[in-house]
């Protein structure tokens, strides 16, 4: 089955299959998916994900986004990875001071998000690889949109491959074209704010690598000294996780 069929309730739902990766091999397909959340499937998508075997979700959404919509998906065991959304209450907290948000200042809150994934929530991504470690089995991993949490593991899960840089960053902008924009929730918000919060940009996505870098020295140290990837794991991922030699 073709991973990139479009799910209408999980507009956000791709495979991360097929960039080159480590020696010239490829992501294997159907192995590895992200997502935005699953609560609303339809019969007819639930049965599309069946057959792909989906068995293992990890869900990267917060403890009250996962209880408010549960997933949708009975016959897999779902894991729990928990990172609590923060822009919604920083943005709160600066219309109660009374500050006019920018859009220079959701930018700015984006990038310290994504910063906060390392600083705050690198167990959490040590967390999920522990459980790709395990088997090959078709994996879903998805927060409530599928573009931030999500989006910075499906970076980490493509670089721990040998995947380039580019071919990352062009994963991560999908999101931009699948994603479908939902009416804004709060009428205190600009649209220009609302657009930041419901795209992703480049400068999010390195916001997090940069503080990579500053804490670990770099995305090699990082998945040494903070995810615990030394060598004998990165070898199980690609053997688990690329296509065989040729």
């Known amino acids: 089955m073709d991973a990139m069929f ?26 590895i998916f992200r997502s935005d959340h699953l609560a609303g499937l339809t019969a007819e998508e639930a049965r599309q994900l069946s057959a792909l075997r989906l068995r293992r979700i990890l869900d990267l959404r917060g403890v009250a986004e996962r ?29 109660a001071a009374g500050h006019t948000l920018s859009r220079a200042d959701v930018v700015a809150l984006m990038q310290d998000t994504y910063r906060g994934f390392v600083r705050h929530n690198t167990h959490r991504f040590a967390e999920l690889f522990s459980h790709l470690l395990e088997s090959d ?23 721990s491959l040998g995947v380039g840089e580019e071919d990352v960053m062009r994963d991560y902008l999908l999101t931009n074209e699948r994603l479908k924009p939902r009416e804004p ?12 919060l419901w795209r992703v940009q480049p400068e999010f996505l390195d ?26 794991q990165r070898e199980r991922l690609r053997a688990l996780y690329l296509e065989p030699e040729r």
């Open 185 to 196: 929730s709060r009428a205190d918000l600009a649209p220009e704010v609302y657009s930041v």
């Open 207 to 232: 916001a997090a690598f940069e503080a990579v870098t500053q804490a670990y020295g770099g995305i090699e140290g990082y998945f040494r000294e903070g995810l615990g990837l030394r060598e004998a």
């Open 6 to 31: 479009r799910l209408s309730s999980a507009s956000n739902f791709r495979h991360v299959g097929g960039y080159v990766a480590h020696g010239g091999r490829r992501v294997a397909a159907n192995r």
């Open 137 to 159: 089995e078709p994996t879903v991993f998805h927060c409530t949109a599928g573009k931030d949490r999500t989006g910075f593991a499906a970076a980490l899960v493509l670089r």
């Open 67 to 95: 209880t408010a919509a549960p997933c949708a998906l009975p016959e897999a065991i779902v894991h729990s990875l928990p990172i609590e959304p923060t822009i919604v209450q920083k943005l709160t907290g600066l219309i």
